[in-house]
């Protein structure tokens, strides 16, 4: 009986033990992960305002601790009826028109592609902004997070070549690595937040065509100018390195537009700050959906996004970060429909483009 006992602990902890290692294998070999911070860019990253010596940090006081009581509730929450809370069928996505995007118009140009993934074209060059075009926003997990429309990665086959990306945060619903496996041939430069570097590097980028920024840094491309600005979220891709990279927003400005790109992030005093250094702003893409008031400070609710272009004085607004994936408890279709109400009742004006749609802004 001992010795059967013994065997079935032995079988017991060889089972244990093979799980750990597969699980530390998981997290240090799949790439989805990205990179690992190194000691080097800890000593780098000292040279920002926003990186405390472990961590980057926000402009404000940020939480997001939860009452332990409410999390089964809210787990439960999440992944019960999330079909209900999405569209009955797939969103369809216009084909890109190469030849009607190279005609010349009076402004720039843009697409939505859902969620947070826009393309401008700008002073004649190809920008393209957090560009998730992968079927599922939770690649590492038990639990997928299906898009809206079919995997729209075919879409980046028929895109021109990219003079530049954007990231405005590392999770994996803003940096993917399925997009990045098909653009990165395509791109000439990458200009991503502080501690992004790392995920490219991992995915075979060099690192010469990779740029990083701290909040306020600006660069210059064909004659574009770009500032990275704050923002009020988080990053983390990984168990171990939350924060551990910075997190904002873009604006771009040349002889005709001046645009601002919100990234994600919760409401803060910091939009006031953008629009009066950089503003005031043609257009304003602001963040606005996967909002709920266990995350409230990290994610705005649509009124909160319609003030937030107020804030920045922009003359219209587009609202971003829906369409495309159920991340949050409430209807897909919530966030637009709050935008406009509030948007009608503040007297800010908007544009709603279909996905795919190429529009002039003006």
């Given amino acids: 009986m001992k010795k059967k006992l013994k065997m079935t602990a032995q079988i017991i902890i060889a089972l244990l033990v093979t799980g750990l290692l597969y699980g530390i294998g998981y997290l240090y070999l799949n790439p989805q992960f990205g990179g690992k911070i ?3 860019e800890k000593l780098a990253f000292a040279q920002s305002n926003q990186w405390n010596g472990e961590k980057f940090r926000n402009l404000q006081t940020t939480t997001m601790d939860m009452d332990l009581k409410k999390m089964p509730g809210l787990i439960k929450d999440n992944f019960t009826g999330k079909a209900e809370r999405g569209p009955q069928k797939e969103l369809p996505i ?15 140009k843009f697409i939505w592609y859902g969620h947070s993934v826009g393309l401008f074209k700008l002073n004649n060059s190809n920008i393209l902004i957090d560009p998730m075009f992968g079927a599922d926003a939770s690649p590492v997990g038990p639990i997928r997070t299906k898009r809206y429309s079919d995997s729209t990665l075919y879409i980046i086959d028929k895109l021109p070549q990219i003079d530049a990306v954007l990231i405005s945060h590392d999770h994996y619903d803003h940096l993917d690595y399925d997009s990045f496996q098909k653009l990165k041939a395509k791109v000439k430069h ?9 995920h490219l590097l991992r995915w075979s980028i060099e690192t010469s065509r990779i740029t990083e920024m701290d909040w306020w840094d600006t660069v210059t491309v064909n004659d574009i100018r770009i500032n990275f600005v704050p923002s009020r979220h988080f990053s983390g891709r990984g168990l171990f390195d939350r924060d551990k990279s910075l997190w904002g927003g873009y604006t771009f400005t040349t002889k005709s537009e001046n645009i601002y790109w919100s990234g994600d992030g919760g409401y803060g005093d910091h939009f006031k700050e953008i629009g009066e250094k ?3 702003f043609d257009m304003a893409f602001v963040e ?4 709920n008031e266990n995350w409230g400070q990290i994610h705005m609710f649509p009124n909160e996004s319609v003030q937030a272009a107020i804030d920045v004085k922009a ?4 609202p971003i970060h829906w369409g495309a994936f159920t991340l949050a408890l409430h209807n897909w279709e919530d966030p637009i429909d709050g935008f406009i109400r509030t948007s009608l009742e503040k007297g800010l004006d908007y544009r709603i483009p279909e996905l795919g749609e190429q529009l002039i802004i003006k």
């Fill in 38 to 40: 190194s000691k080097e």
């Fill in 94 to 108: 216009k084909e890109f028109d190469q030849e009607l995007w190279d005609t010349k118009s009076e402004g720039a």
């Fill in 190 to 198: 990458f200009y991503v937040p502080l501690g992004v570097k790392r």
């Fill in 278 to 280: 950089l503003g005031p």
């Fill in 288 to 291: 606005c959906g996967q909002y």
């Fill in 315 to 318: 003359e219209k607004a587009i």
